[in-house]
């Protein structure tokens, strides 16, 4: 049975007391306790943010990472410097950094190897540009970002990573995918782990939906077979909705 997990991507928003407030709230808030909740801040509040979650089980992780772990890359944050802060998370290969920032899959691939040596759960986000869906190759496109950002991983590594599909075209845009064209990919994704590892591994990894999800939309997202949780942005910026996205994935309210 997997676990459901909600996480938060804050991306480049919010200050210092406003993050610090947003984690206030969420952690007073009343969240179901059959649910994994992760919140995402920026680096520069990561510090800030353990300290309003600490000892609420929230789990703290960061946006990204590189790969090297320690010398002369001005800019750059290691692994070992988010385990240090209390990040056990880091979201990997956000179509943001894709294709705003250009990362490739042989780097995003680093990234998630470097990840898991220094025990971070890595979040690794693939997914699909409106032009791909609609010239059907979503699951060409998929399954390239499948193999190249998670190449050479063992099956125990695999097992502690955690998958996000969010279609392009659906973050940020109001757009979601239907429940059906989710699940459709989840299953592609579940299918591809049980061809190159087996189905005891296929069926223990998280895969969660990202892309507009909202608490309207939420439940019946989650109602899906291979849909494991969220991979929230834009709705994750208020307490009281991503408190709702959180119970709506909690499984007696499935
Ligand atoms: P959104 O973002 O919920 O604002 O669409 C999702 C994401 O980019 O992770």
Redo the contacts with the bound molecule.
């Keep these: 049975m997997r676990r459901p997990l909600i996480a938060g ?1 804050w ?1 480049m928003n919010l200050n210092r007391v406003e993050s610090v407030s947003l984690a206030r709230d969420l952690s007073a808030a009343d969240l179901t306790s059959d649910v994994d909740v992760l919140v995402c801040p920026p680096y520069v509040y990561l510090d800030a943010v353990s300290s309003a979650i600490s000892g609420t089980g929230i789990s703290l992780g960061a946006q990204d990472v590189y790969f090297e772990s320690a010398g002369a890359f001005t800019g750059e944050i290691s692994p070992a410097m988010l385990t240090d802060i209390g990040c056990t998370f880091v979201i990997l290969g ?3 950094r894709r294709h705003v920032m250009g990362e490739t899959d042989g780097l995003i691939k680093r990234k998630v190897h470097a990840a898991l040596a220094a025990g971070l759960t890595p979040v690794l986000c693939v997914g699909e540009l409106l032009e791909e869906r609609e010239s059907g190759k979503t699951r060409e496109i998929v399954e390239s970002q499948f193999n190249g950002s998670l190449a050479g991983l063992t099956e125990e590594q695999v097992q502690k990573t955690v998958i ?1 599909y ?1 279609p392009v075209w ?4 109001g757009k979601t995918a239907s429940p059906q064209q989710a699940q459709e990919v989840h299953a592609d994704l579940r299918k591809m782990l049980a061809d190159r590892y087996n189905s005891a591994t296929s069926e223990s990894v998280r895969i969660l939906y ?4 909202k608490p309207d939309n939420a439940a019946d997202l989650m109602s899906q077979t291979d849909i494991d949780g969220a ?5 994750s910026l208020n307490a009281e909705g991503f408190a709702a996205i959180i119970n709506a994935a909690s499984v007696s309210a499935a």
């Design positions: 991507n991306k956000h179509s943001e996000a969010e659906a973050i940020g845009t990202g892309g507009s999800v991979l929230v942005g834009g709705a």
